[in-house]
């Protein structure tokens, strides 16, 4: 790449002589905005470079030379509302994200425009672990890159050419956790994903929402697409069935994300097909003791823990991970589902024959159920190899949070609940929730026998 080194005066002279023209300060007008070329060999430094001069650590601002300027194609449009009050550039090295305090943005900066950005003036930031570009800011009381002011934004950024197309590279879910570096901040495509939370609106309204995908390149892990309750397709549907999807790759807190422009062109090719957890599992294994905290897993993951079953028999939705104030446990809602539920969480074969503490405990939560059930049942005769309703359970007493109907209740212990009279069984969580946006769910945590 050719390079020109210049002082900060010179830089700022040689920008408002070539481009200022071309900077529209109506930022509501674009048709009137001249689209000139920026000057070859415009960058000093790579957005890979900028990035690589930041600690990385959160509640930080790094300083950025002299003379240092980028130059990347814009890959972001909040014309939809689901990105707000930010500008993602990327160039053929990586991608940035830039906090501006203008809105709407693609009046200005147009989807797949060049844009050069002065940056001696600004600072490298991080939110969550993704590096962002600002002015220098206090954000609870520690130096973050905050939003650029609308009157200075032409003064730090310049616009060019508006390509026909826009860069955009291939990738699966694995590889996208695997090596999160090579992606994070840029454009890519993501063949054959599909979304893993049932036939749900791609967010909830005026909040902003997780929601889930997965592709078959392996991963263990699904990948969240945070959603803008206040985009403009907020409530419409997401796609069934599998197909591309077109996102810009995120971080926080080490765990990739993805943000999408709009779904009317950045989800293509969707089937249709409803592809519906299978009622059967596999066969348990069995063990002599349990200590489940449902711990190691990432947040809003289908809980998957070798020996247990998590079976779906009427919904789209299994137990899955959340987590609060660094404590993870399994958790099942029909907040907003929109459909009715029966999903069972089936333990491992506890040996009780051979246990010298022959109990169970564990901790339930109730949250916001009106009207969901949570019931606790054993069964000597469960295997795996059809529906859990086709097996014989005896239901069990254990105390179960019931102090949640309005709000999150409190987390309750079971007690020791001795199961010498079964012999070897699994215990099974069984969740029942009615199609309604009033009822929640429960939580479950802390699973023990024989402890």
Not at 374 to 386: I, M, N, P, Q, R
Request: charged share 20%.
């Amino acid at each position: 790449m050719k390079q020109f080194i210049l002082n900060k005066s010179f830089i700022t002279l040689f920008f408002s002589v070539l481009l200022f023209g071309c900077v529209d300060k109506n930022y509501n007008d674009p048709e009137h905005k001249e689209i000139t070329p920026l000057p070859e060999g415009t960058a000093t430094m790579t957005i890979a470079e900028l990035k690589a001069l930041h600690s990385g650590r959160d509640n930080d601002t790094t300083s950025i030379p002299e003379n240092t300027i980028i130059v990347g194609q814009v890959i972001s449009d909040d014309e939809a509302g689901n990105i707000y009050k930010e500008l993602y550039l990327q160039d053929e090295t990586g991608g940035i994200l830039i906090r501006l305090d203008i809105a709407p943005i693609y009046t200005n900066f147009r989807f797949g425009q060049e844009v050069a950005i002065i940056c001696d003036r600004l600072v490298l930031g991080s939110y969550g672990g993704n590096v962002q570009l600002g002015i220098p800011s206090i954000y609870n009381g520690s130096p973050a890159a905050g939003r650029v002011p609308g009157p200075l934004v032409e003064e730090y950024m310049y616009t060019g050419d508006i390509a026909e197309s826009v860069t955009t590279i291939d990738a699966t879910v694995k590889e996208i956790f695997d090596t999160p570096d090579n992606y994070i901040g840029r454009r890519v495509r993501i063949q054959d994903i599909s979304g893993r939370d049932g036939n749900v609106a791609f967010a909830v309204k005026d909040q902003s929402t997780n929601r889930n995908f997965n592709d078959n390149s392996g991963s263990s892990s699904n990948i969240i697409m945070r959603n803008s309750g206040y985009a403009d397709f907020a409530e419409e549907m997401i796609p069934q069935g599998s197909g591309t999807v077109t996102a810009i790759v995120s971080v926080f807190n080490g765990t990739p994300q993805l943000y999408i422009n709009n779904p009317a062109v950045d989800f293509v090719d969707f089937d249709g097909t409803v592809t519906k957890p299978p009622v059967e599992g596999t066969p348990p294994t069995v063990v002599t003791s349990l200590d489940e905290d449902f711990e190691g897993f990432t947040q809003y993951d289908d809980f998957a823990r070798e020996g247990w079953n998590n079976i779906v028999e009427e919904g789209n939705r299994q137990w899955f991970i959340n987590a609060f104030n660094n404590n993870s446990y399994a958790n099942m809602t029909v907040y907003r589902a929109g459909e009715k539920r029966d999903v069972w969480l089936i333990s491992p074969i506890l040996d009780v024959e051979a246990a010298q503490n022959k109990t169970i405990s564990f901790e339930t939560r109730q949250e916001f159920a009106e009207g969901a059930t949570l019931k606790v049942f054993v069964s000597a005769d469960y295997d795996g190899s059809k529906a859990p309703s086709e097996f014989t359970w005896t239901e069990i007493t254990a105390r179960i949070s019931d102090d949640g109907q309005s709000g999150y209740g409190s987390w309750v212990n079971s007690g020791d609940i001795d199961l010498s009279s079964y012999g070897n069984v699994v215990v099974g969580f069984q969740f029942e929730g009615e199609e309604n946006v009033n009822d929640g769910g429960y939580s479950i945590d802390n699973f023990q026998f024989n402890q």
